[in-house]
């Protein structure tokens, strides 16, 4: 089980920093802050290029500490976050990428949200630590919880905004 967990955590940590450095620089073919600022605004986040570099500083850190397995309930917490606003933010195109729907981000949003409940495994720094005790599930709960109460508010702010630009139907 231990060594399905490290490649669970180096997987989808490492796909996530990859798509925060898409966010962040424009590394891996992605847009960099401005670009994906405007996606962004388009989406209701506003200020876009802010929203944009929150969303990627947020993927950057859940990344790193699921790739290090250390304070796993955290990073869970940040992934499922930012995954809950990104897979609300597609939901309108349906589920498959394919169509820019949520798939993606619910693929790293459940990922994440496993890791909170099983923990990183033996094979981690919260192990090497003696951290083990920040695992089962009351911390998957409370990880999970606490990702979506912060990625909701922000995707209803998100939808308000982008209703309010909408022309009035008459």
Not at 44 to 69: C, D, K, N, Q
Not at 80 to 98: E, F, Q
Not at 135 to 147: D, F, T
């Amino acid at each position: 089980m231990d060594v399905g967990l490290l490649l669970l955590r180096l997987l989808i940590g490492a796909l996530l920093a990859g798509h925060a450095l898409q966010k962040l620089t424009g590394s891996f073919g992605g847009a960099g802050p401005t670009r994906t600022g405007a996606l962004f605004a388009s989406w209701g986040h506003r200020p876009g290029v802010a929203m944009a570099v929150v969303a990627g500083m947020s993927e950057a850190v859940g990344a790193t500490l699921l790739v290090l397995g250390l304070g796993t309930p955290l990073a869970s917490a940040a992934v499922v976050g930012t995954m809950t606003v990104a897979a609300l933010a597609l939901a309108n195109n349906g589920l498959w990428a394919v169509r820019g729907g949520s798939e993606v981000p619910l693929l790293y949003g459940i990922a994440a949200a496993a890791l909170g409940f099983t923990g990183p495994g033996d094979w981690s720094l919260d192990a090497a630590l003696g951290l083990t005790g920040f695992s089962g599930p009351a911390w998957g709960a409370l990880a999970l919880a606490l990702g979506l109460l912060a990625g909701l508010p922000v995707a209803a702010r998100a939808h308000r905004l982008r209703r309010a630009d909408l022309p009035s139907p008459i």
